[in-house]
């Protein structure tokens, strides 16, 4: 069974501090995405990642895929208050998405 | 264009009864899935739909139910609620479902209380 585990499950940031949010799934897959949920709201698409070495890049925030480590990143750069929320990565389980367990990210002053 | 709407947005039950929840896609999607989040197991797949069809179940009892109308908009079901249903219930549309490496559109949710 597709297992996807996220790390870490919580990361307290100063604002302009660069981080790395980890994703690593347990079968093969060639499709990653990445969703933002803000308290109380719903998930909101950022990446989707296809294939072996894709990278994406949206403001400050760059995904990345390696499908031969079965390893997904986001990494933020020099964060802001506003990027504060819970980022979740989800994997194609065949017709349904498998999701990690989310990372809540508080970027503080 | 609008979006995946859901309704109703908050509901409170108590145990034993049964609820529905509405979910309208994006117009032109023809995929809806349902998912379940609660802060102990996180999201959860309930199924998919597709042109009426159920296309993929998740590991739930048999409890929840779903169907699929022909205008693509689809509804669940949870008979006889236990407390451990209490969750924030996801639907997501797409054109043709993940299988076809889109993006899924998150609806605003529905969050369900059982007492």
């Known amino acids: 069974e597709l297992k996807v585990e996220q790390n870490p499950l919580f990361l307290s940031m100063q604002e302009g501090k660069n981080y790395t949010i980890y994703c690593n799934y347990s079968t093969t897959s060639d499709r990653l995405y990445w969703y933002r949920q803000d308290p109380g709201k719903s998930l909101e698409s950022l990446f989707v990642?296809?294939?072996?070495?894709a990278v994406k890049q949206e403001g400050r925030l760059m995904a990345s895929l390696d499908t031969k480590a079965r390893l997904s990143t986001l990494h933020i750069t020099a964060a802001v208050h506003d990027l504060s929320a819970t980022y979740f990565c989800a994997v194609d389980g065949t017709d349904k998405l498998i999701f990690g367990t989310g990372t809540r990210l508080q970027v503080f002053p | 264009k609008a979006g995946v709407t859901q309704t109703p947005r908050y509901l409170i039950k108590t145990r034993g009864q049964q609820v529905t929840l509405s979910c309208s896609p994006i117009s032109g999607h023809r995929s809806v899935s349902w998912y379940q989040q609660t802060p102990g197991q996180g999201l959860q797949f309930l199924f998919e739909?597709?042109?009426?069809?159920?296309?993929n179940k998740g590991n739930f009892p048999g409890r929840f139910s779903g169907r699929q109308f022909s205008n693509s908009r689809s509804e669940m079901n949870v008979s006889t609620l236990e407390l451990g249903d209490s969750a924030l219930y996801l639907c997501?549309?797409?054109?043709?479902?993940?299988?076809?490496?889109?993006?899924?559109?998150f609806g605003p949710g529905t969050r369900l209380l059982v007492l």
């Open positions: 739909y597709f042109s009426e069809t159920q296309r």
């Open positions: 990642l296809l294939s072996n070495g």
């Open positions: 997501a549309s797409s054109l043709y479902g993940t299988s076809a490496q889109e993006t899924q559109y």
